[in-house]
């Protein structure tokens, strides 16, 4: 899907970017590649089960969300 750009609001701390992404199924399976070797590390902060996706949402939104935060089924 595409989207126009969002409303910024700098009095909020609110900004906007658009992000453009391609599938390159050779690329990921490298980067998955660099984190079994060590090579590329990703801190997550919590893991979640997918029904506290509201609560997960509710945390980020009020600035609780301790960081990336993995849902799991």
């Given at each position: 899907s595409t989207t126009g750009p969002g409303?910024?609001?700098p009095g909020r701390g609110v900004r906007t970017a658009q992000?453009?992404?391609r599938g390159?199924?050779?690329r990921?399976?490298?980067l998955v590649a660099d984190v079994d070797r060590g090579e590329l590390r990703i801190h997550v902060a919590e893991r979640r089960?997918?029904?506290e996706l509201a609560e997960?949402?509710?945390a980020a939104v009020s600035g609780r969300l301790p960081g990336k935060t993995v849902l799991v089924p």
């Open positions: 409303p910024e609001e992000v453009f992404v390159d199924a050779a990921l399976a490298e089960p997918l029904s997960v949402h509710d």
